[in-house]
């Protein structure tokens, strides 16, 4: 399999980027007069799709938290192992000044944290889950009943 040139890898990340063909394979180093159609030719290529569909997964998997990740930061926060800072506005005859002090989450986003993750595990729903059961018909009224 072809590999993919140096070129046409700045064109895909440029893509990537812009969204926007005829501008990405300048940047990328194509010609202004062919840029368009340079451009899609490249995209039509698996080598170059293949590529941008890979880093877009990889773009997705670091911008959006993955439920583990939810879990864990929620779990820290319960227990109290995220700081939080605050700001103190502290002055005298000199000025003022603002200081930065970390303190511990305080009990509200601890409880809350808490409470989400008692949710995400269904520790305090009143509602049961059934299956979805379709009733079954039976006759058993006599043909000869009237």
């Known amino acids: 399999m072809a590999k993919l040139t140096e070129k046409q890898r700045r064109f895909a990340d440029e893509y990537i980027r812009l969204g926007e063909i005829t501008q990405a394979a300048i940047n990328a180093g194509y010609s202004t007069k062919t840029a368009h159609a340079t451009g899609n030719e490249?995209?039509?290529?698996?080598?170059?799709?293949?590529?941008?569909d890979e880093r877009l997964e990889k773009l997705r998997k670091e911008s959006i938290a993955e439920q583990d990740e939810i879990l864990q930061y929620l779990t820290?926060?319960?227990r109290g192992n995220v700081n939080d800072e605050h700001l103190m506005v502290t002055g005298d005859d000199m000025g003022t000044m603002v200081?930065?002090?970390?303190?511990?989450?305080?009990?509200?986003?601890?409880?809350?944290?808490?409470?989400?993750?008692?949710?995400?595990?269904?520790?305090?729903t009143e509602k049961?889950?059934?299956e979805d059961v379709t009733p079954i018909l039976v006759e058993d009224v006599p043909d000869d009943d009237s």
């Open 42 to 52: 490249n995209l039509k290529k698996p080598i170059v799709k293949t590529y941008i």
């Open 76 to 78: 820290s926060v319960m």
């Open 99 to 124: 200081e930065k002090h970390e303190r511990r989450s305080d009990t509200m986003a601890r409880t809350k944290a808490a409470e989400l993750l008692g949710k995400r595990h269904m520790m305090w």
């Open 128 to 130: 049961h889950q059934v």
